[in-house]
Structure formats: structure tokens, C-alpha cells
């Protein structure tokens, strides 16, 4: 049997095993996901398990994304970029990590909302974690630009400044929102406003959005945040996270496995979970 895991504190609600698990039965893999309960003060440890074990594969969620960089032997360009790890791979002893969480995020907005992102106009809300996670990601499909607004506008000020100018990555500042949304394709809320038990909260008003526009949420839980919901009734294609969620995991097995992960049986029994 081939192990796998996913560390976190807390982890107990994490849709990962279910998810992974059901793919490695999809695809006839004899692997075994696990969920792993590790306090910060234990992390290294864990990684050190991954290399005693010989685990092939490992995802790392909140808080280790970033203090996990430490006990790698590589980490990927894109991982740089976001300046996180929640995928490792055990190629033989030498631990890999990746970040999925972007590219599944671009993945999932190709599939479910907007095949082409080339030369479009993306305004991102929120220059935390998740914004810089999706970020480098975005710019890979050539936007015409990224504009971030956030609350605090220092952070977006930073965010924006720590890519390269060739991305078209910039600031904005949140009042200058009504105007940015109005003329923007893609609107992406990565703050963490609208999120379960706060479901009716709104980051912006989504009447500023133009009709036909996308308007895309990184929160899964609910599944349509009121900011989605209100979107679509004033005409834009919704894009919920649970696709993020669903393609970071599905990354994770191609490059865990090197076969095709089935994407459909894993948002079944991601979506069963749910009820
Ligand atoms: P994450 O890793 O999920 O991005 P984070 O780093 O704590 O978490 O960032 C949360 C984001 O949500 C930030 O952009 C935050 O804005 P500030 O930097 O101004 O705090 C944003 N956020 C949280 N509550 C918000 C609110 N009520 N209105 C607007 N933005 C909010």
C-alpha cells in the first residue's frame, strides 16, 4: 500500500481523505489517505515521518503552508511565488513541494466559468494568504491586468509589488472598487467575508459588477456565498471554491500518481460529504 496524508490543526472536518481516497479506488491505486492532527511543535517531526514512513505523497493545510518550506529538499517555482507548500511529493527520499491550491484555482475557473483568461481584466478582493495563492497562477494565462483591493490598502501595496511588473499585478484602492468592477471580466473575493456562520456578510456589492461578468468566490462553505448568489442575479457567471478545493486535490494525485485524477468522482463524493 502506497500512504498518503494530509497534516493540519485543526483537521478533523477536512474533505481530503474521503476525496483522495475515492480516486485512488477510481484509478485502481492501492493508496491509503490519512488525516493527521499536528501542532505546530510537532511539524518537523511529521515531516521527518513522511521520510521514515516512506509516504509518497503529503498535503499541508492551515497553519503549515508556510513554516513546511523549512523541511523540504526543493520547493516548486509556484510554491515560490505563493509562498506556500500543500502538496509534497516523496520522489525517492527527496521531498518536493508544490503548491496546487493556484493552479487548482485556474483550473477550475477554466473549466467551470471561463475557458480563456488571456487578455481579460481580474480584480482580486483581499491580499492575504489565499490572494497570493492564486496570484502567480492567474498571471500564468496572460490577463491583461490584476487589480488588488484590499481593506488595508498597504497589504494589497506589497502583494502587488512583490511580482514581477511583467505579471500587470497592481493596486487598487477599495474605493476605487465601483469603478474596477464595473469594467472588470473576472471579480475574485479571497477575503474570508461570506463565510460560514457569516453567510449573509458581502465584501462588496455586487450590483457594481457588469452583467456577463464572472464573479468567482474561494469560499466552499456555503457553496453559493450571498456575494454569488447576488451576482448572478444581476446577470454574471458564478464560480464557487469548491472547484479550487476539488482541482488542488486533483493536481496533488497527478503528480502523486502520474495518471489522470477523476475529477467527477471526486466532486460526487466531495458534494455527498456535504448533506
Ligand atoms: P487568508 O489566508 O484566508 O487570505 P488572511 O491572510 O487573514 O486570510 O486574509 C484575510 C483577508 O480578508 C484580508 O485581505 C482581509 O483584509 P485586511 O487585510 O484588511 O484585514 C480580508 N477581510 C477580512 N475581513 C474583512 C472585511 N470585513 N471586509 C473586508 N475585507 C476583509
Redesign the pocket.
Known amino acids: 500500500t502506497v500512504l498518503f496524508g494530509v497534516i493540519g490543526d485543526p483537521i478533523r472536518h477536512s474533505k481530503s481523505p474521503i476525496m483522495l481516497n475515492r480516486a485512488f479506488r477510481e484509478r485502481n491505486v492501492n493508496g491509503a489517505y490519512a488525516a493527521f492532527h499536528v501542532k505546530p511543535n510537532q511539524l518537523e517531526n511529521a515531516i521527518a515521518g513522511v521520510r521514515g514512513l516512506g509516504f509518497r505523497g503529503l498535503n499541508v493545510t492551515?497553519p503549515h503552508k508556510i513554516e513546511v518550506m523549512a523541511y523540504l529538499d526543493e520547493i516548486s517555482e509556484g510554491a515560490k511565488a505563493a509562498g506556500a507548500v500543500n502538496t509534497i511529493v516523496n520522489d525517492n527520499g527527496r521531498l518536493i513541494g508544490y503548491n496546487t491550491d493556484g493552479i487548482g484555482y485556474v483550473r477550475s475557473l477554466k473549466e467551470e466559468a471561463e475557458p480563456d483568461i488571456a487578455g481579460k481584466t481580474i480584480v482580486v478582493?483581499?491580499?492575504?494568504?489565499?490572494?497570493?495563492?492564486i496570484l502567480w497562477a492567474l498571471a500564468q494565462e496572460n490577463p491583461a491586468a490584476i487589480l488588488i483591493a484590499?481593506?488595508?490598502e498597504s497589504?494589497?501595496k506589497e502583494l502587488a509589488a512583490s511580482f514581477s511588473p511583467d505579471y500587470r499585478i497592481s493596486s487598487l484602492p477599495?474605493g476605487d472598487l465601483r469603478a474596477a468592477c464595473s469594467n472588470a471580466d473576472i471579480v475574485i473575493n479571497?477575503?474570508?467575508?461570506g463565510m460560514s456562520p457569516n453567510v449573509n456578510?458581502l465584501?462588496i456589492d455586487p450590483t457594481w459588477l457588469k452583467s456577463g461578468s464572472v464573479a468567482s468566490d474561494?469560499i466552499y462553505n456555503p457553496l453559493k456565498t450571498a456575494f454569488l448568489l447576488q451576482a448572478e442575479q444581476v446577470g454574471c457567471k458564478i464560480h464557487s471554491g469548491l472547484g479550487m478545493f476539488i482541482y488542488q486535490g486533483a493536481y496533488a494525485f497527478e503528480y502523486w500518481t502520474g495518471q489522470p485524477a477523476p475529477v467527477e468522482a471526486m466532486r460526487e463524493v466531495v458534494l455527498e460529504s456535504f448533506v
Open positions: 492551515i478582493l483581499g491580499a492575504g494568504g489565499a490572494a497570493r495563492g484590499n481593506r488595508t497589504k494589497a477599495w479571497t477575503t474570508s467575508v456578510e465584501p474561494l
